[in-house]
């Protein structure tokens, strides 16, 4: 009884020694300060660019600051565009396609989510990041490297991360899936979103 008694304890204290040395700093973002760039482009032709918001999320750092967690809700409905600033009407057509069907649909998915799942090479100023990234209803994981600035209680993360768009199920305008596309017409399956997080304690 002795001995299983001591055992309970010493697992306790261990137990209680690994949650403090995992503890972290937790940052909440600040959604309005915080941006997604994203960029996308034709086979032949074309580059469209802009931004989507972020609604919410958090982001923890361990006891050495080193990133260790963190997940974020993205604002679908938000989506804009930068590049057709000049011509309106085309500016709204592409702006509402990308909102439909064909590609984000988000009269029926408002949101996506990330949550980071592993990281990894993290020092205090970089980290290498894999997550399960969710949009329109199916979750894949996705790794980008990325960095990470803290001063006075705010935290910057940065980074790039391509997406093959087609393993969520947006096959629109891809060669892969319409063959009789030409070339003008094939809109690449690899898309850009430049992530730009601010969160403060």
């Not at 010493?10 to 915080?34: C, G, H, I, P």
């Not at 580059?47 to 923890?60: A, N, P, R």
């Not at 006075?152 to 892969?176: A, E, H, M, P, Q």
Request: charged share 25%; no cysteine; aromatic share 10%.
């Amino acid at each position: 009884m002795f001995i299983s008694f001591r055992t309970f304890l010493l697992s306790s204290a261990f137990a209680l020694s690994y949650t403090q040395a995992q503890a972290a700093d937790v940052y909440k973002v600040d959604s309005t300060a915080s941006i997604l760039n994203w960029k996308a482009s034709k086979k032949v032709g074309g580059t469209h660019h802009g931004q989507i918001k972020l609604k919410s999320g958090e982001i923890s750092l361990d006891k050495e600051g080193k990133l260790s967690d963190g997940s974020f809700s993205v604002d679908m409905t938000t989506i804009s565009n930068e590049d057709l600033k000049d011509k309106a009407e085309y500016q709204k057509k592409l702006v509402a396609h990308l909102s439909n069907e064909d590609f984000f649909n988000v009269a029926k998915f408002p949101e996506a989510s990330f949550k980071i799942k592993k990281v990894t090479s993290a020092s205090k100023t970089s980290a290498q990041v894999s997550g399960d990234l969710t949009f329109i209803g199916q979750t894949h994981s996705i790794e980008f490297p990325a960095k990470i600035a803290s001063e006075k209680g705010v935290l910057t993360g940065t980074g790039t991360v391509v997406i093959d768009r087609t393993k969520w199920g947006l096959k629109y305008g891809s060669g892969n899936f319409f063959k009789e596309l030409t070339a003008d017409k094939i809109i690449n399956n690899d898309f850009e979103l430049e992530l730009k997080i601010i969160a403060k304690k």
